[in-house]
Nanobody, 127 residues
Framework: QVQLVESGGGLVQGGGSLRLSCAAS????????MRWFRQAPGKEREFVAA????????YYSDSVKGRFAISRLNAKNTVYLQMNSLKPEDTAVYYC????????????????????WGQGTQVTVSS
């Protein structure tokens, strides 16, 4: 079975930093795009960042560009999201996503029908 397990969430003051981890297992992820999404209460799930498993190509939403950084260690099957300069509006449940689709900037922000999801980790940013 494929498992994506997020960790590293918590409560942090505005302006602070957190690093989220996503431990992936159950299959090889070559050719996959690994992504982070987030969802605040009452709002739609939104794309945050993406990285290709092979090559490490990255892409960010405008709302986090310059503040967040996605990375991965293939040998550990782990994807990270370094979150800096956090704002209260970053408060959400953050989800790890494994997308088998070919890298495509036009669709990288969209959820796919055959991708895998973690259970999510809560990030709360206080004022």
């Amino acid at each position: 079975q494929v498992q994506l397990v997020e960790s590293g969430g918590g409560l942090v003051q505005g302006g602070g930093s957190l690093r989220l981890s996503c431990a992936a297992s159950g299959r090889t992820f070559s050719g996959y795009t690994m992504r982070w999404f987030r969802q605040a209460p009452g709002k739609e799930r939104e794309f945050v960042a993406a990285i290709s498993w092979i090559g490490g190509i990255t892409y960010y939403s405008d709302s986090v560009k310059g503040r967040f950084a996605i990375s991965r260690l293939n040998a550990k099957n782990t994807v990270y999201l370094q979150m800096n300069s956090l704002k209260p509006e970053d408060t959400a449940v953050y989800y790890c996503n494994a997308d088998p689709r070919l890298w495509n900037i036009a669709t990288i922000h969209l959820m796919a029908g055959n991708d895998y999801w973690g259970q999510g980790t809560q990030v709360t940013v206080s004022s």
